[in-house]
Nanobody
Framework: EVQLVESGGGLVQAGGSLRLSCAAS????????VGWFRQAPGKEREGVSN????????YYADSVKGRFVTSSDNAKNTVYLQMNSLKPEDTAVYYC??????????????????WGQGTQVTVSS
Protein backbone atom coordinates (compact mmCIF):
# COMPACT_ATOMS: atom_id res chain seq x y z
CA GLU A 1 0.00 0.00 0.00
CA VAL A 2 1.38 3.38 -1.03
CA GLN A 3 1.50 5.95 1.74
CA LEU A 4 2.38 9.63 1.40
CA VAL A 5 2.70 11.78 4.49
CA GLU A 6 3.25 15.54 4.24
CA SER A 7 4.73 17.76 6.91
CA GLY A 8 6.19 21.21 7.27
CA GLY A 9 3.28 23.53 6.64
CA GLY A 10 2.60 26.59 8.74
CA LEU A 11 2.21 30.35 8.85
CA VAL A 12 4.81 32.59 7.28
CA GLN A 13 5.02 36.23 6.27
CA ALA A 14 5.15 37.26 2.64
CA GLY A 15 8.68 36.98 1.31
CA GLY A 16 9.51 34.17 3.70
CA SER A 17 10.28 30.52 3.11
CA LEU A 18 8.94 27.12 4.12
CA ARG A 19 10.01 23.59 3.32
CA LEU A 20 7.47 20.83 2.94
CA SER A 21 8.35 17.16 3.21
CA CYS A 22 6.60 14.15 1.74
CA ALA A 23 7.55 10.75 3.12
CA ALA A 24 6.72 8.12 0.52
CA SER A 25 6.49 4.37 0.96
CA UNK A 26 4.92 1.30 -0.59
CA UNK A 27 5.49 1.86 -4.29
CA UNK A 28 5.60 -1.49 -6.07
CA UNK A 29 8.50 -0.55 -8.35
CA UNK A 30 11.23 2.07 -8.56
CA UNK A 31 9.46 3.84 -11.46
CA UNK A 32 7.11 6.43 -10.11
CA UNK A 33 6.57 10.17 -9.93
CA VAL A 34 5.79 12.34 -6.93
CA GLY A 35 3.90 15.54 -7.52
CA TRP A 36 3.08 18.55 -5.39
CA PHE A 37 -0.35 20.10 -5.65
CA ARG A 38 -2.17 22.85 -3.82
CA GLN A 39 -5.76 23.88 -3.32
CA ALA A 40 -6.85 27.29 -2.12
CA PRO A 41 -10.36 27.85 -0.72
CA GLY A 42 -12.90 28.01 -3.51
CA LYS A 43 -10.37 27.10 -6.19
CA GLU A 44 -9.53 23.95 -8.08
CA ARG A 45 -6.54 21.86 -7.13
CA GLU A 46 -3.46 23.10 -8.97
CA GLY A 47 -0.32 21.19 -9.88
CA VAL A 48 2.85 22.84 -8.61
CA SER A 49 5.75 20.55 -9.38
CA ASN A 50 6.77 16.95 -9.81
CA UNK A 51 9.89 14.84 -9.63
CA UNK A 52 10.86 11.45 -10.97
CA UNK A 53 11.72 8.69 -8.51
CA UNK A 54 15.32 8.90 -9.72
CA UNK A 55 15.40 12.48 -8.49
CA UNK A 56 16.97 13.83 -11.64
CA UNK A 57 13.94 14.97 -13.61
CA UNK A 58 11.81 17.85 -12.40
CA TYR A 59 8.98 20.01 -13.66
CA TYR A 60 7.45 23.22 -12.34
CA ALA A 61 4.27 25.11 -13.02
CA ASP A 62 4.85 28.64 -14.30
CA SER A 63 3.25 30.07 -11.16
CA VAL A 64 6.10 28.83 -8.96
CA LYS A 65 9.03 28.58 -11.35
CA GLY A 66 12.06 30.36 -9.93
CA ARG A 67 10.64 30.42 -6.39
CA PHE A 68 9.98 26.78 -5.50
CA VAL A 69 12.51 23.98 -5.63
CA THR A 70 11.66 20.28 -5.54
CA SER A 71 14.23 17.72 -4.46
CA SER A 72 14.41 14.21 -3.11
CA ASP A 73 16.45 12.14 -0.72
CA ASN A 74 16.11 8.57 -1.93
CA ALA A 75 17.83 7.17 1.14
CA LYS A 76 14.99 8.63 3.22
CA ASN A 77 12.27 8.08 0.59
CA THR A 78 11.36 11.71 1.06
CA VAL A 79 10.53 14.45 -1.42
CA TYR A 80 10.85 18.10 -0.47
CA LEU A 81 9.28 21.30 -1.70
CA GLN A 82 11.35 24.33 -0.76
CA MET A 83 9.16 27.39 -1.12
CA ASN A 84 10.89 30.77 -1.28
CA SER A 85 9.67 34.32 -1.81
CA LEU A 86 6.25 33.26 -0.67
CA LYS A 87 3.24 35.37 -1.60
CA PRO A 88 -0.22 35.56 -0.03
CA GLU A 89 -1.60 33.88 -3.15
CA ASP A 90 0.49 30.80 -2.30
CA THR A 91 -1.82 30.21 0.65
CA ALA A 92 -3.41 26.78 0.21
CA VAL A 93 -3.48 23.22 1.43
CA TYR A 94 -0.51 21.50 -0.15
CA TYR A 95 -0.64 17.83 -1.09
CA CYS A 96 1.89 15.38 -2.35
CA UNK A 97 0.68 12.72 -4.74
CA UNK A 98 2.11 9.69 -6.49
CA UNK A 99 1.69 7.92 -9.78
CA UNK A 100 3.20 4.65 -10.99
CA UNK A 101 5.13 4.21 -14.19
CA UNK A 102 7.58 6.16 -16.32
CA UNK A 103 8.07 9.82 -15.59
CA UNK A 104 5.92 12.41 -17.34
CA UNK A 105 5.60 16.13 -16.75
CA UNK A 106 1.89 15.82 -16.12
CA UNK A 107 0.48 17.94 -13.31
CA UNK A 108 -3.06 16.78 -13.96
CA UNK A 109 -4.37 15.59 -10.61
CA UNK A 110 -6.39 12.84 -12.29
CA UNK A 111 -3.18 11.17 -13.41
CA UNK A 112 -2.12 10.59 -9.80
CA UNK A 113 -3.39 7.57 -7.92
CA UNK A 114 -2.10 8.18 -4.40
CA TRP A 115 -2.53 11.22 -2.17
CA GLY A 116 -1.32 12.46 1.16
CA GLN A 117 -3.53 14.10 3.73
CA GLY A 118 -2.37 17.65 2.96
CA THR A 119 -0.67 20.34 5.00
CA GLN A 120 -1.80 23.95 5.36
CA VAL A 121 0.43 26.78 4.21
CA THR A 122 -0.67 30.30 5.08
CA VAL A 123 1.21 33.36 3.86
CA SER A 124 0.33 36.62 5.56
CA SER A 125 0.74 39.99 3.87
Amino acid sequence: EVQLVESGGGLVQAGGSLRLSCAASGFATNDYTVGWFRQAPGKEREGVSNIASTGDILYYADSVKGRFVTSSDNAKNTVYLQMNSLKPEDTAVYYCAGRDGDYTTTLNQYNYNYWGQGTQVTVSS
